[in-house]
């Protein structure tokens, strides 16, 4: 079973479009994590949620927390956004991540 | 403030080869893991720890074998290697759920990954 579920798995876009990249969970959390992960590279933290919404620069994340559903956004797409990026949740007790199988996005120039 | 270390970087092993994969962390971190990543999967979780002289089987425990000794370290142990082991491991460390933030301004239940090793079985 997956408890953890993003859309899409690839997704390919020109340099400045917005991008959404969805994330929907099945357990209960306390935390919700967008990672970053570039070919052969290492992986890190972008955004850390439980409610509401964050913004870094032209990154965006939502999360509904009744919905069981979270969403990255990049405004003004460049091809260094090019990386794969992984949704994951924190167990509600606080123990186990639980991790998307990431989204592999590619910005055209 | 070296965050999330692991040594070593890469690795080739043969079939049957013993190995320990070393995980340090200077956060004073309470919760550390070892993950997986293979081709068109996910972060597969290994084995974690939530605290020093605790640890407890994840996901895909089978084969290997882990100790944390030490706060600040988590090995991962591979007694006899399988081809199947070849894989990319990750290390991760995160504060405890309520604390705050760390004194570099993060929070302290940000999750942070070392670098990686990739391993290869023969």
């Known amino acids: 079973k997956n408890e953890v579920e993003q859309s899409p798995q690839n997704l390919t876009a020109q340099e400045g479009e917005f991008i959404t990249i969805n994330c929907s969970y099945s357990v209960g959390i306390s935390a919700l994590h967008w990672l970053q992960q570039h070919p052969g590279g290492g992986i890190v933290s972008l955004f850390m949620?439980?409610?509401g919404k964050k913004k870094h620069g032209r990154l965006i994340a939502t999360i509904n927390i009744q919905e069981k559903h979270s969403s990255l956004h990049i405004t003004a797409s460049h091809p260094r956004d090019s990386a794969v990026y992984i949704c994951?949740?924190?167990?509600?007790?606080?123990?186990?991540?639980?991790f998307g199988t990431g989204t592999s996005l590619t910005v055209i120039p | 403030n070296a965050g999330v270390t692991q040594t070593p970087k890469f690795r080739v092993l043969k079939t049957g080869q013993s190995m320990t994969l070393l995980c340090a962390q200077d956060m004073n971190h309470e919760y550390m893991y070892w993950y997986r990543q293979d081709p068109g999967m996910g972060l597969r979780l290994i084995h974690y720890?939530?605290?020093?002289?605790?640890?407890a089987k994840g996901e895909v425990p089978d084969g290997y074998n882990v100790s944390r000794l030490k706060k600040q370290n988590f090995l991962l142990g591979l007694e006899s290697a399988a081809p199947s082991q070849t894989s990319v491991y990750f290390c991760?460390?995160?504060?405890?759920?309520?604390?705050?933030?760390?004194?570099?301004?993060?929070?302290?239940?940000?999750?942070?990954f070392g670098p990686g090793t990739r391993l290869t079985v023969l």
């Open positions: 949620l439980s409610s």
């Open positions: 994951a949740v924190r167990s509600d007790t606080g123990n186990q991540f639980y």
């Open positions: 991760a460390s995160v504060g405890h759920p309520l604390f705050g933030i760390l004194t570099s301004g993060r929070p302290h239940n940000e999750q942070f």
């Open positions: 720890s939530v605290g020093e002289g605790t640890t």
